[in-house]
C-alpha cells in the first residue's frame, strides 16, 4: 500500500544533507587551504593551480563512481566510503613536506576530491529523491550548504593557520571533522521506497513551455541528445568563470591593493554570493522554468566577468569586490541548474548516473580555468584571463538559446 512522505522526514533529510554539503563544501576553499604551500614550501602557482584542475577532475570522477556505488550498495556504504577517503587524504595531507608537491596531488586531488565528490553525488541524489515537487527548492539548499562552506570555515581556517594548531594541524582537524561528518550522514540518510507518494508539483505560471511529457532517459539516450551537448557545453562556459576566479580570488584582491585580512574576508564573501546564487536559482527554476533561469545565470555571468575585466583594468577595489560578488551569483546558479535541469529533462530513474555525467562540465571548466592561470601568468596581468571569460560566456548565451526540450 502506498506510503505518503513525511513532513518531518523530508525536513530532517534535507537538514542533514545541506549540513554534510557545508562541510564538503572545504574543497572549494583553495585560495585559502593553498597558502601553506605557497608561503613555506614556494611552490609555483602554476604547479599550485595545476592541483585545482586535478582537484575538479577527481571530484567529478569520485561523483560518477558514486552513483554507481550507491547505485549498486546503498547511501551509507558510499557515504561512510567517502569520509574515510576525505579524512585519510585530508590528515596525509597535513603531513606533507616541502619536496611532497607531487603527493599533494595524490592526498588532496585524488583522495579527498573523490571521497567529496562521492558525497556530493550520494547527498543530492538522495536528498532530492524525497522532494520531487520542489526539485529546484531542494538543489538550491544543497548547494548553498556546499558554497557557503568557505565562508563559515575559511576565515577559520586562515585564523587556526595562524595560530598554535598551525596548517599541518588544521588539515589533520578537518580531515577528522568531515570523516565523522559524512559518517553520521551515511547513517540517517536512506532512500525513499518506491511506493511512497509525494506532494504534486505546483508549476509557476511562467513554466508552461517547458512542461513535456516526462520519460527516463538512459544515460546512453541522454548522450545521443544534441540539446544534452549544447546545454553540457553552455554550463561549461559559465563555470569556467567562477572556477578561475575562485582558484585566484585572494590573490586577485589582492592586485587591487585589498588589505591581506580584508582579501581572506572577500573570498569568504565570494562563497555567500555563490551559496546565495543556488538557492535563488533553484527558487527561480521552481517559478519561472529552465530557460528563464539559464538565461539570467548566463547574464549575470556576462556582467560579471565585464565589470570584473574593469576593475582590473581601472584598479579599481570596489568594483572588484562587485564582479566578485555576481560573479559568485552566477557560479552558484550553475550547480541548481545542472541538478533541476538534469532532473527535468532526463528523468529521475537514472538520475544518480546522469546528473554525475553531466556535472563532468565542471571538468572542462577546470581545465578553462588552468588556461585563466596560464594566462596570468605568462601575461602578469589578470586582463587576459577575463578577456578570454568574457568571450566565453557570450558564446555561452548562443548555446543557451539553442537549448530545447529533447
Known sequence: MPVSASLSRRRLYLVVGVA????????????????????LFAWSDSALAFNFTLTMC??????????LICKRTSPRFALILAGILVGIGFCLTGLLTADGLFLLYITYAVLAASGIGISYNVIVSTVTAWFPDKKGFCSGCLMMGFG?????????????????????GTYLLLGILL??????????????????????????????????????????????????WRAFVCLAFITAVGNSVISFARDLML?????????????????????????LTGALYDSLGRRKTMLAANGI????????????????????????????????????????????????????????????????????????NSLL?????????FIMLLILAV????????????
Open 395 to 406: 558564446c555561452a548565451l548562443g548555446l543557451n538559446f539553442s537549448v530545447r526540450k529533447p
Open 58 to 67: 577527481f571530484f567529478c570522477l569520485g561523483a560518477f563512481f558514486g552513483s
Open 301 to 372: 555571468t556576462i556582467i560579471a566577468a565585464g565589470i570584473t575585466l574593469l576593475a582590473v583594468g581601472t584598479h579599481s577595489l570596489p568594483l572588484c569586490i562587485l564582479g566578485l560578488c555576481l560573479t559568485g551569483l552566477s557560479y552558484g546558479s550553475c550547480p541548481t541548474v545542472t541538478s533541476a535541469f538534469t532532473s527535468s529533462f532526463y528523468g529521475t530513474k537514472y538520475f544518480p548516473v546522469n546528473y554525475s555525467i553531466t556535472n563532468f562540465n565542471l571538468v572542462a571548466a577546470a581545465f578553462i580555468a588552468a588556461g585563466s
Open 179 to 228: 570523516a565523522v561528518v559524512l559518517v553520521i550522514a551515511g547513517l540517517i540518510l536512506r532512500r525513499p521506497a518506491a511506493d511512497t507518494v509525494f506532494p504534486a508539483a505546483k508549476a509557476g505560471k511562467n513554466v508552461r513551455t517547458e512542461n513535456f511529457e516526462v520519460r527516463d532517459f538512459t544515460t546512453t539516450e541522454m548522450l545521443r541528445s544534441f540539446t544534452y
Open 255 to 279: 592586485s587591487v591593493d585589498a588589505a591581506p585580512a580584508l582579501a581572506t574576508t572577500l573570498v569568504g564573501v565570494l562563497s555567500v554570493c555563490n551559496g546565495l546564487g543556488r538557492i
Open 148 to 168: 557557503f562552506s568557505t565562508l563559515l570555515l575559511g576565515n577559520m581556517i586562515d585564523a587556526l593557520f595562524e595560530s598554535s594548531v598551525g596548517w599541518s
Open 377 to 385: 601568468i605568462s601575461t602578469g596581468s589578470y586582463t587576459a584571463p
Open 20 to 39: 554534510a554539503m557545508l562541510f564538503s563544501g572545504v574543497l572549494y576553499a583553495w585560495s585559502i587551504l593553498k597558502m601553506p604551500f605557497k608561503e
